[in-house]
């Protein structure tokens, strides 16, 4: 059973920047593709972003490009989301989940129903 926890939310002034991580633990975690998913208040979840087992190839939503960036620490098993210039848009719990085969880490972000793990999420506040 694989296990993901999330942290770093908190609440974040228009403007600012947050980083939340992901870390993986359990069997063959380190095979598994991680991505962000987000759900804002009477929303449903979407992809943000996700990268593929090795750190190599990863994709952005539209809505954060620019903004968000994605990295993988393999060492550690973590999974890193740098997220910078925050709007009220982006006030959202924030999951990070796994899957272990995929075709392309955009098609994991576009399938948020597809994952095989999910993590109890944190939240990210951007208010002032």
């Known amino acids: 059973q694989l296990q993901l926890v999330e942290s770093g939310g908190g609440l974040v002034q228009p403007g600012g920047s947050l980083r939340l991580s992901c870390a993986a633990s359990g069997p063959a975690s380190v095979d598994h593709a991680i991505g962000w998913f987000r759900q804002a208040p009477g929303k449903e979840r979407e992809g943000v972003s996700c990268i593929d087992s090795v750190g190599s190839t990863m994709y952005l939503a539209d809505s954060v490009k620019g903004r968000f960036t994605i990295s993988r620490d393999v060492a550690r098993n973590t999974v890193y989301l740098q997220m910078s210039i925050l709007n009220s848009e982006d006030t959202a719990v924030y999951y990070c989940?796994?899957?272990?085969?995929?075709?392309?880490?955009?098609?994991?972000?576009?399938?948020?129903?597809?994952?095989?793990?999910w993590g109890k999420g944190t939240l990210v506040t951007v208010s002032s």
């Open positions: 989940a796994a899957r272990r085969f995929i075709s392309t880490p955009q098609a994991m972000c576009s399938y948020p129903t597809s994952m095989d793990y």
